[in-house]
């Protein structure tokens, strides 16, 4: 089997001060945040072609977090008012982080009044050294956690009407980036941990009075119609499960066991990036469910802690998992993005460059 891209990585790279300090700015200055936004993609290009990769992203430096794509360019939420969400930090046994903000509200009917990448693209295009990889958010992401009782049922009826609305709009995204050449796309998804964690299990079925078990058929029939619309030869398409990235701190945890028959046998992707950076993502168990023409991405390498990991040991689990899952439909990946959020995870930016430099190394030792 010929897989491209080895070395993986999930696209969000820490932030630059200048880029947030420029983000932030009060009044803003849309130029002036053009013109760093773009010194530093090209900063960041340039060190992905020197740490060996061979798919480029832009590090998400034109979003203010992970779906700030869908966000900046869809109307319909109101950004004042939000549903709650309990962090953890990313040690063992960590503490929780408060009960922060997530989204905006949804209060009425969506819909996009630009491209989601509009103002992405382009300059991949124009200044990427090799294929490039989009990353978007699911459309299951949001009705989790944009949907409130007494606000949104007034645009839309039920999760599942909200949820429709939003695949239609990443369908024709989705299609967009794959006719104009974009080599892989990849969306990242986050509400599927719901279904691997008993705790929000429970939450659905009390938050959202709705059935686990109907509700993940349904998220995934979901993202499928997104995937269909961007399906062509040459196009590698992907989804990221995540269980929380903000600040080194996380919202689920738990194996794939609970979902792996059903998420990896149905979803119509070419490969799953999965999170295997500590204890509370279980085991590699639930890779035998991996159809044998797909690839499993190990995020072996925390993006959340400073602390290098040893390649050896990266090599040591590789192997262990390739007792699941042949290691020809293995790659290595960081688990998850290095930024989620503008403010980024509590490493610095050296540590995420020599994570990312083990991850290419790792996979030359490993794949050649």
């Known amino acids: 089997m010929s897989v491209p891209f080895r070395a993986d990585q999930v696209g969000s790279f820490l932030r630059p001060k200048e880029l947030i300090e420029a983000r932030r700015s009060d009044p803003p200055n849309p130029e002036r945040l053009r013109a760093v936004e773009d010194k530093c993609i090209d900063r960041v290009l340039a060190k992905q072609k020197e740490l060996g990769f061979e798919i480029f992203t832009d590090g998400e430096f034109r979003r203010s977090n992970f779906m700030g794509d869908f966000t900046d360019a869809v109307k319909g939420f109101d950004f004042t008012d939000g549903l709650a969400r309990n962090w953890n930090t990313a040690t063992p046994g960590g503490s929780t982080l408060g009960r922060g903000r997530v989204a905006g509200v949804v209060v009425e009917k969506l819909h996009a009044v630009r491209p989601l990448t509009g103002h992405e693209l382009p300059y991949m295009k124009q200044h990427s050294p090799g294929a490039i990889k989009m990353t978007l958010p699911s459309a299951t992401q949001f009705p989790a956690i944009s949907y409130k009782r007494g606000r949104s049922d007034k645009a839309y009826e039920s999760y599942s009407a909200m949820l429709w609305d939003i695949v239609e709009i990443m369908r024709k995204e989705m299609a967009r980036l794959s006719s104009e050449g974009v080599k892989y796309i990849q969306i990242d998804a986050p509400r599927y941990s719901y279904f691997m964690d008993p705790k929000w299990r429970d939450w659905i079925k009390t938050e959202m009075k709705m059935d686990p078990e109907a509700w993940l058929d349904e998220s995934i029939r979901a993202d499928n119609a997104c995937f269909e619309a961007a399906r062509r030869p040459g196009v590698t398409l992907a989804i990221h499960l995540c269980r929380g990235n903000s600040q080194s701190h996380w919202y689920a945890e738990g194996g794939y066991d609970a979902i792996a028959e059903k998420l990896f046998g149905t979803l119509?992707?070419?490969?799953?990036?999965?999170?295997?950076?500590?204890?509370?993502?279980?085991?590699?168990?639930?890779?035998?469910?991996?159809?044998?023409?797909?690839?499993?991405?190990?995020?072996?390498?925390?993006?959340?802690?400073?602390?290098?990991?040893?390649?050896?040991?990266?090599?040591?689990?590789?192997?262990?998992?390739?007792?699941?899952?042949?290691?020809?439909?293995?790659?290595?990946?960081?688990?998850?993005?290095?930024?989620?959020?503008?403010?980024?995870?509590?490493?610095?930016?050296?540590?995420?460059?020599?994570?990312?430099?083990?991850?290419?190394?790792?996979?030359?030792?490993?794949?050649?």
């Open 268 to 368: 119509a992707v070419d490969r799953f990036l999965l999170e295997y950076d500590d204890a509370r993502s279980g085991t590699f168990e639930p890779l035998r469910f991996v159809p044998h023409n797909r690839i499993a991405v190990l995020g072996l390498i925390s993006s959340k802690r400073p602390e290098l990991e040893s390649g050896d040991q990266l090599i040591q689990r590789v192997k262990e998992a390739s007792n699941y899952l042949p290691l020809e439909n293995l790659t290595l990946s960081p688990q998850c993005g290095f930024a989620s959020t503008l403010e980024g995870n509590k490493i610095s930016e050296d540590d995420q460059w020599a994570k990312l430099r083990l991850v290419v190394d790792t996979a030359r030792r490993v794949w050649g």
